[in-house]
Nanobody, 125 residues
Framework: QVQLAESGGRLVQAGDSLRLSCAVS????????MAWFRQAPGKEREFVAA????????YYAEAVKGRFTISRDNAKSMVYLQMNGLKPEDTAIYYC??????????????????WGQGTQVTVSS
């Protein structure tokens, strides 16, 4: 059974940094693309960042490029999202997800089958 468990979300001030973690079990992570998505109140879930299998290439949404960094430790079955220069518009529930689709679909929400429960990030101005 595949399980993804996010942690690290909390209330921070604008400009602060935060690192989210995702603990993965039930799959061999080296075979999967791993991604972070987020969902703000009243909005659809959106792509944030992805790490393509086995972990050499990364992809980012324009809104977070240069501020966020996705990383993974396949041996420890962990995925991370380092978030710097946080803005109030980054406030959302952040979800970790895994996929085995072709690289062309790595930013597409419906290509991910396994999801965590999410962790809340709130950025105050």
């Amino acid at each position: 059974q595949v399980q993804l468990a996010e942690s690290g979300g909390r209330l921070v001030q604008a400009g602060d940094s935060l690192r989210l973690s995702c603990a993965v079990s039930g799959l061999r992570m080296i075979n999967y693309h791993m991604a972070w998505f987020r969902q703000a109140p009243g909005k659809e879930r959106e792509f944030v960042a992805a790490s393509a299998r086995p972990g050499s290439s990364t992809y980012y949404a324009e809104a977070v490029k240069g501020r966020f960094t996705i990383s993974r430790d396949n041996a420890k079955s962990m995925v991370y999202l380092q978030m710097n220069g946080l803005k109030p518009e980054d406030t959302a529930i952040y979800y970790c997800a895994s996929s085995t689709v072709a690289l062309s679909g790595i930013r597409q929400l419906d290509m991910y089958r396994a999801w965590g429960q999410g962790t809340q990030v709130t950025v105050s101005s």
